[in-house]
């Protein structure tokens, strides 16, 4: 029955419509909503004040909420330019794969990108057919700096890392508000400093930063603050403000760029009709021309349909046209200079060949820097522009850059300039204070830049293998070498799509199981997108036929944890929260791509047939005795703790979700079935599988890899968060949901009666709790509370911060195992890499990780479901002070919130460290309001490492503090045994 409620807000003259319909299935009650879907209005007073209904009440939510519905398409422009293109797998056409010197950072300015752009503060539409972004110039520099500068990999003593500051201040879900910071030096940049000194370092020694140089000596710096708004989907402002932090007046030269992604040069056109009769892939994206759709009506843009062209039309204003896009108009607020060139490979300068175009890439960074008049177009036009502007900015002062882009010819583009940025930043404003609210004030501002570095993190990926293993028409044909080298065993991968990256620099393509912890706080601001992520990467064309999902460019076939169904499972219920409807659509695409997931590790995995899995590297590169992913030096194989309990947890992510469908699809029921059984089987086998007791120590009260040799079998004792992940196979069920699912009820009854001796190697499933609940768990009472006696205890796992992914046990007593006369050590190191494993860019030999840290704080909340306080553990070990494992969860939440948080005695964050820039990022006013979210963190006092923006996973900060205040109903509503309630 369809109906309508309307309800007077109080104190409010405003009327909320709520139109639905109302289904009864099984005497179960479900809603589907014609219009206001953000929520369900029940009709009692409190409600009235519920977050939901306040927040759908926000210009960004309707924004959110018609993009969804295909209304409107806000999110068509966005941050999805990459901070680093260079020196990636894509831009690799070498025979040796050195990605990092095939297209070094030398040849960024001069050289075209085949698949996809960077550019400081850079964005573009969906497809990426055109790039804005800011250029700057201190006068001092030997370049632009158009881009974020780092190291390749083999030049940081610890790989690669950027070597800037910058810092993503906000961002609303559909980008209609960004703000992010630079911090440009106005001495030299110390390009070939940095280089120098980081090579010759060891990885014993601490990396040389930016800071080091001395550069930003006596505050001699801009602070470039770069905001975008939009005044409508198509219709986009963008203010540049320059501050001189510095005592003396500085020069800056401000050059706001626009350019078109170059996908003429690739040979697919021809001139006659811009047709590719050699590739049906080409037509794979919008980004490479389809016969498919005519030219356009314009035709001055059908004109220039296989090659886009832009022009100054006045002194302020360039006109861009191009055969996607129609006309565009880049407006350039009292602009005294516009400069044009083409984004055409400067081949003269970067191979020694003759150029083919007059104007190239690098043409308005040799007018400006080297003064060559030449270098730029004189006609005004070209496939690149820049505004030039420049002041000479006293101590303390601003210099303002205004500029507008959008579809509409407008008369005055800056009239109302001021006051659509004003009315879109308090619009970000009201919308966060909802999603936040109850949020105390220093937590607010973590958990806002945690969000707004992961919205900025978005970036448009273009990779299509079989076009990257065959070359482009027009270019010179790849190594054939290559189509039997890295990812040869991908070529159905093609994408074209907007992806939550790890870090846009240092990570700039997708990690499969990044993503999943990504879509966890995604889900909190944008659900639809979050869903929509985690549907991406199992479409056909990215997962393998086998079933594998990829892993990242470097090596698809890498395997990392299965965490995706457990992310499905949490998107959902967030989105549940949020919504206040529960999508079994959503539930069932991803469940039926994940079965084929499940068989492909079933098979590829579990080599012996015994349910103990061996999956590599898994994520965690260094944690092991050995490079997982590689034969082992010693021969023989690894059964691996971690890849048994991750199957484990992946089989009651799918218990759970087929139970969740099967409440309106019965069928399901058997498909359930079948879950818990594996769950069964693999629970008997990591306690029992090899003498009875598997890969669990009884002395010792851990679990350990076990490596196979021809004449024994030897548990690898490293005490390392490979034991602990066992933890995160647990989910709790009601007893009364059994009685509402009698197939799934009379198949469970049936195998704990006839199959006792596998059931009896896990928890026991016959004692419920006093609320009524089951467990299952491969960790039963005995071995939960000896395991949480080591990772409780500081002197082992439990560090200030979190806990730390290798026992500081092994600080004094590495482990070590020897054969053949070889040693083969691992030794407790809390800070960066001290080996070359993995490229020796990340450590899992100590420091603390977000990810696994998160799924401990959501496994101690689902064993607490089951015991309540009938199960008190000492936190910390050894101490007076008993806990029940909710709090236990809410303590190590706390611990890692302040990573980010200011200590109240020494005044300073954890994760700054103590290097020279703690002088800075705790004391400077201009500083030290600004956060970083590293990839992993020091395991003794909590200091930044790795990748300095990977605020993909580590923005989990910003679910544990939705879950730790006070009153959240968020907090409530989410553990992962939250089956069917």
């Not at 800037?164 to 879900?173: A, R």
């Not at 002194?315 to 407006?331: A, F, N, S, V």
Request: hydrophobic letters at 35%; a negative charge; proline letters at 5%.
């Amino acid at each position: 029955t369809a109906y309508e409620i309307r309800l007077s807000l109080v104190g409010s003259e405003m009327c909320i419509r709520d139109r639905y319909q109302r289904r009864v299935r099984d005497s179960k009650v479900s809603f589907d909503y014609q219009s206001c879907s953000f929520y369900t209005m029940h009709c009692h007073a409190g409600d009235l004040h519920d977050p939901r209904v306040k927040r759908c009440k926000t210009e960004e939510q309707k924004r959110l909420d018609s993009s969804r519905k295909r209304q409107s398409d806000w999110k068509h422009w966005g941050p999805y330019v990459s901070d680093r293109a260079w020196g990636t797998v894509r831009e690799d056409y070498s025979e040796s794969g050195d990605a990092w010197n095939f297209f070094p950072h030398e040849h960024a300015r001069s050289r075209v990108y085949r698949w996809n752009e960077d550019g400081l503060a850079g964005l573009c539409n969906r497809h990426q057919n055109l790039c804005l972004s800011v250029a700057l110039w201190n006068e001092n520099d030997p370049i632009l700096k158009e881009r974020l500068f780092g190291l390749a990999g083999s030049e940081g003593n610890h790989g690669e890392d950027v070597k800037e500051y910058y810092f993503y201040l906000d961002s609303t879900p559909t980008h209609s508000y960004m703000k992010m910071l630079y911090k440009y030096p106005q001495k030299a940049y110390p390009y070939g400093q940095l280089v120098d000194v980081n090579r010759s370092r060891s990885r014993l020694e601490p990396e040389f930063e930016l800071i080091d140089t001395g550069v930003f000596d006596e505050d001699r710096y801009f602070d470039v603050f770069v905001e975008y708004a939009k005044a409508e989907q198509e219709d986009i402002l963008c203010k540049i403000t320059v501050f001189n932090r510095g005592p003396d007046p500085a020069p800056i030269h401000v050059l706001p760029h626009v350019w078109f992604r170059n996908t003429w040069s690739w040979g697919y056109q021809t001139e006659e009709n811009g047709k590719d009769e050699k590739s049906n892939e080409a037509f794979l994206s919008a980004s490479i021309a389809s016969s498919s759709v005519p030219p356009p009506a314009d035709a001055e843009v059908a004109k220039n349909w296989n090659k886009p062209i832009m022009k100054q039309t006045d002194p302020t204003k360039i006109e861009c046209l191009h055969r996607w896009l129609g006309r565009r108009y880049y407006y350039l607020d009292n602009c005294p200079q516009q400069l044009f060139t083409e984004n055409e490979t400067n081949t003269l300068k970067c191979f020694g060949v003759k150029n083919t175009s007059q104007f190239v890439k690098d043409g308005i960074n040799d007018f400006v820097v080297n003064g060559k008049k030449e270098a730029v177009n004189p006609a005004n036009e070209g496939t690149k522009a820049a505004g030039h502007y420049s002041a000479v900015v006293g101590p303390g002062d601003s210099f303002e850059v205004r500029i507008r882009f959008s579809d509409q010819n407008l008369e005055s583009p800056f009239q109302e300039f001021d006051s659509i940025m004003e009315q879109r930043k308090d619009e970000a404003d009201e919308f966060y204070e909802i999603v936040q609210e109850g949020v105390d004030e220093e937590e607010k501002s973590i958990q806002r830049q945690s969000f707004a570095g992961l919205l900025w993190s978005k970036q448009y990926y273009h990779y299509g293998v079989d076009l990257w293993l065959k070359g482009d028409p027009a270019h010179p044909p790849p190594p054939r070498s290559r189509r039997k080298g890295r990812n040869g065993g991908w070529r159905h991968l093609y994408c074209a799509d907007v992806i939550s990256m790890p870090d846009k620099w240092e990570y700039p393509w997708f990690a499969a199981w990044d993503l999943a912890f990504h879509c966890i706080p995604l889900a909190i601001v944008d659900p639809e997108w979050a869903k929509r992520q985690l549907i991406l990467v199992l479409r056909e064309w990215y997962m393998h036929p086998s079933g594998q999902i990829p892993a990242y460019e470097w090596n698809f076939f890498d395997v990392n944890p299965p965490v995706h169904a457990w992310a499905t499972l949490h998107v959902y219920r967030i989105t549940r929260y949020v919504n206040h409807h529960s999508d079994i659509e959503f539930l069932e695409k991803v469940f039926h791509k994940l079965l084929l997931n499940f068989t492909w590790w079933v098979n590829r995995k579990d080599s012996n047939g015994n349910n103990v899995f061996e999956g590599g590297f898994l994520g965690l590169d260094n944690i092991g005795v050995f490079d997982r992913s590689s034969p082992l030096p010693t021969g023989g194989y690894l059964q691996q703790a971690d890849a048994t309990a991750w199957m484990a947890m992946y089989c009651l992510n799918m218990l759970c979700i087929a139970l969740e469908i099967a409440q309106v699809k019965p069928a399901y029921e058997d498909i359930a079935t079948k879950f818990l059984e594996h769950f069964i089987y693999i629970g008997n086998a990591i306690s029992s599988f090899h003498n009875g007791s598997g890969l669990w120590d009884d002395v010792d009260g851990f679990f350990y890899d076990s490596i196979t040799l021809p004449n024994q079998q030897v548990l690898l004792k490293v005490q390392s968060m490979v034991g602990l992940v066992p933890l995160f196979a647990v989910g709790t069920l009601e007893m009364d949901t059994l009685e509402k699912l009698p197939k799934f009820n009379e198949r469970f009854k049936w195998f704990k009666k006839h199959r006792p001796h596998l059931v009896s190697a896990v928890h026991d499933f016959e004692k419920s709790n006093s609320s009524n609940r089951i467990i299952f768990s491969i960790v039963d009472r005995t071995k939960l509370v000896r395991i949480l006696a080591r990772m409780l205890d500081e002197d082992q796992f439990l560090s200030n911060y979190g806990i730390r992914s290798l026992s500081k046990a092994h600080e004094q007593n590495p482990f070590i195992f020897r054969h053949d006369n070889q040693d083969y050590c691992v030794r407790y190191d809390p800070a960066e890499s001290t080996t070359a494993m993995f490229g020796g860019n990340s450590n899992w030999r100590g420091p603390i990780w977000f990810p696994l840290n998160f799924l401990l704080v959501e496994s101690l909340r689902i064993y607490y479901e089951y015991y309540g306080d009938d199960l008190l553990v000492p936190f910390p070990s050894r101490s007076a002070n008993l806990m029940n494992l909710n709090e236990v969860s809410i303590a190590l939440s706390h611990r890692l919130i302040n990573v980010f948080r200011t200590d109240p005695i020494t005044g300073r964050k954890a994760f700054v460290g103590q290097g020279k820039d703690a002088e800075y990022m705790d004391l400077d006013p201009h500083w030290r309001n600004h956060l970083q979210f590293f990839e992993y963190f020091h395991g003794d006092n909590g200091a930044g490492l790795g990748a300095s923006h990977q605020t993909g996973w580590t923005s989990l900060v910003a679910e544990l503090i939705a879950r730790s205040t006070v009153g959240s109903k968020l907090a409530s509503s989410l553990f992962l045994s939250d089956i069917l309630s």
